[in-house]
């Protein structure tokens, strides 16, 4: 059976990225030899690390301006301790925005190394919306938020304007509408949710933020090794590099970052007016946040979940159900998405 794949992380691939990853898996580069069996240091891969931080800074319109890309281990979830490790500076403060589950972890780190001022949180209404209207205390060395909140179904339309280094966990949004990212300083991703296979984490850093903690940071949590070494400082990745450079042409074939939005602005207005018009479901996030990636509901009756659950299985629906701490349901839209899924997803909707 066709499956429509709603899942929110790991997540949806292009199928022609699947197909020529798996390819690379038997023969890469004519080299008669497997991606995952070949050094690190030959120029077949190294040629595959140039083009994977070369179409992220083209792709983010940030080529010659100052900005590093780089490949990284460890997740997103290694990225809340290290953006801390790099830009807090010893008896520091930061200031963080919590917009559920995700930030909170962020926050949680970052304490580890300074003091966080977490200075607006969504939390009094179960994170269904993006505080808007707070300030960021002189003396905070960066602000951090999460752009885009795959647990809960927010989004960010606008960034706070800050005079300090911005910091973005964009791991669910990423390149999925054009944005002017070079009001970030720092940027990063999981590839998993909309950039690629998991076990890489892009990461954009501008230069001169760098250094100016006065704290020594450890070597392989420290950003300045990995630019010293152009992102092959140890052994990176391989494969989940190799996705992720397939992936990045594929959207760079799209037409890039705006082309994409407009695709993905069709998805989630589909989904959104099922969810709107449909007496069996209301949408769980605040009308102006909603996510165009994540898209939350819920049943108005829960007694009609099983019929729901069962004409989602029969069409080919996989994986919508919502996460355990806001029930209900989430389908997952990401980049890679065709808009026939969604529109399979509707039409099991209005057959409730
Ligand atoms: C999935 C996710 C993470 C965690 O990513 P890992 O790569 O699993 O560590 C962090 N932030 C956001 C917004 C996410 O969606």
């Known amino acids: 059976m066709k499956k429509h794949n709603f899942s929110a992380g790991p997540s949806i691939l292009p199928q022609s990225v ?107 209404k179960g994170y269904n919306y993006i505080p808007k209207n707070y300030t960021i205390p002189a003396d905070a060395a960066y602000v951090h938020i999460t752009t885009n909140n795959t647990i809960f179904g927010t989004q960010f339309n606008d960034f706070p304007d800050v005079n300090v280094p911005l910091v973005a966990d964009m791991s669910s949004d990423i390149f999925s509408k054009a944005l002017d990212f070079s009001k970030f300083d720092l940027i990063y991703a999981g590839a998993q949710k909309n950039i690629g296979a998991s076990g890489t984490t892009l990461v954009i850093v501008k230069d001169e933020i760098l ?40 959207v760079k074939d799209l037409g890039g970052v705006a082309a994409i939005e407009k695709i993905n602005r069709e998805k989630a207005a589909l989904l959104y007016d099922e969810i709107d018009k449909n007496p069996h479901f209301k949408g769980f996030a605040a009308a102006e946040d909603r996510s165009l990636m994540n898209v939350t509901f819920n049943l108005t009756d829960e007694s009609v979940k099983e019929r729901f659950d069962k004409l989602a299985a029969d069409n080919g629906i996989h994986a919508i159900k919502g996460h355990r701490s806001v029930g209900g349901y989430r389908a997952s839209i990401y980049n890679a998405m065709p808009i026939e899924s969604v529109q399979a997803l509707v039409d099991v909707m209005k057959k409730l």
């Not at 390819?23 to 040629?47: G, K, T, V, W």
């Not at 281990?73 to 990225?79: C, E, F, I, N």
């Open 18 to 124: 699947i197909k020529d990853s798996a390819a690379a898996i038997l023969n890469f580069a004519d080299m008669d030899l497997s991606l995952i069996e070949i050094s690190h240091r030959s120029p077949q891969f190294d040629a595959v690390v140039v083009k994977a931080r070369q179409l992220a800074l083209e792709l983010a319109g940030l080529e010659n301006k100052g900005y590093t890309a780089l490949f990284l281990q460890g997740g997103a979830s290694l990225q809340f301790l290290m953006s801390a490790y790099n830009l807090m500076p010893v008896n520091g403060k930061a200031a963080y925005v919590d917009t559920g589950a995700w930030s909170s972890k962020a926050i949680k780190e970052a304490k580890l190394l300074g003091e966080v001022d977490v200075v607006a949180s969504s939390k009094d």
């Open 211 to 250: 250094g100016k903690t006065g704290r020594e940071i450890p070597t392989l949590l420290n950003y300045e090794t990995h630019i010293k070494k152009d992102s092959l400082f140890h052994t990176p990745a391989v494969f989940s590099i190799y996705v992720s450079m397939k992936y990045l042409e594929w």
